[in-house]
């Protein structure tokens, strides 16, 4: 295995860096802020979930 791929970083962490930098110059508040904190919430418990039960997103997809 070469040392490039070994340090190549999970997608999941790539998404989470940017999230958190997209956050820092774009903060919501107000009334938008209610309906993405259920949001975020429900984003976070299915994400823990479908990592728990190590389902694949394409299996969940043609789930839905």
Request: proline share 6%; aromatic share 6%.
């Amino acid at each position: 295995m070469s040392l490039l791929s070994r340090l190549r970083p999970d997608p999941l962490i790539i998404g989470l860096v940017m999230a958190a930098i997209i956050a820092s110059f774009l903060p919501v508040s107000g009334v938008a802020s209610d309906g993405l904190r259920v949001f975020t919430q429900a984003s976070v418990a299915l994400l823990f979930f479908l990592h728990g039960a190590r389902l694949l997103p394409q299996t969940v997809l043609a789930g839905l």
